[in-house]
């Protein structure tokens, strides 16, 4: 089945602790990239991947880091977690950038 | 600057049609996207556009002025399921033209 899976879904942690949401595809996606989901403010853009080894930022990359060391994978890693980073984080998947995204379940992160 | 532009919120009657509308500018331009998302899920892909004109799928029909930076997505035969937020986002924006800005979403209530 066609998915694009995070890990975890929920994390309550602490702020500093380091942390790393994963993100895998399994659609030879070339296209990734990770949003945040505030109230009010719907979704941004952290950072992009247009293909291996290439990132870039989106909107709001501040606090935050990715690699793209595999055409699968995306992690979001967070050096040193502040609680204004408790949000709904979504990974995203696509062929091209403009194409389609699939989007991964969530994952839900509380910074206390 | 730049912006998109949609209503906070819209309700409907079931079985009828609504027109959700998104305003953008942008210096650089390369497709509107419209997603459906569920409280509490992700959002799904339901159109896109990059072409000025009419693009039909089913109940759902997604139209495009690039001139104007107007696009509408048209709901027909609504049903009660169609209770959700709808997301219009742009790819491209302000010279970034690997970026997919979001709009803050509308949330359509239809009710019986």
């Known amino acids: 089945e066609a998915q694009v899976t995070q890990n975890p879904r929920y994390l309550i942690t602490v702020t500093g602790k380091k942390l790393t949401v994963t993100c895998s595809q399994n659609?030879?996606?070339?296209?990734m990239s990770w949003y945040r989901q505030d109230p009010g403010l719907g979704l941004r853009q952290i950072y992009y991947s247009m293909n291996v080894e290439v990132t870039d930022k989106g909107d709001v990359p501040e606090g935050y880091k990715v690699s793209r060391k595999e055409k699968r994978n995306f992690p979001l890693i967070l050096e040193s977690p502040s609680p204004n980073q408790t949000s709904l984080y979504f990974c995203a998947s696509s062929r091209q950038r403009n194409q389609p995204q699939h989007f991964g379940d969530g994952t839900r992160l509380s910074i206390l | 600057g730049q912006n998109i532009d949609q209503p906070t919120e819209m309700t409907a009657t079931e079985g009828a049609i609504v027109q959700i509308n998104c305003t953008y500018q942008t210096s650089g331009f390369n497709g509107l996207f419209w997603y459906q998302q569920h409280a509490g899920e992700a959002p799904t892909f339901l159109s896109y556009?990059?072409?000025?004109g009419l693009e039909e799928k089913g109940r759902f029909s997604s139209f495009l002025s690039r001139s104007k930076g107007y696009s509408y997505l048209l709901l027909k035969e609504l049903q009660m399921k169609d209770s959700a937020s709808y997301l219009c986002?742009?790819?491209?924006?302000?010279?970034?033209?690997?970026?997919?800005?979001f709009g803050t979403g509308t949330l359509l209530a239809v009710q019986p």
């Open positions: 659609m030879n996606h070339e296209y």
């Open positions: 556009n990059v072409l000025d």
């Open positions: 986002a742009v790819m491209g924006y302000g010279g970034a033209t690997n970026k997919l800005i």
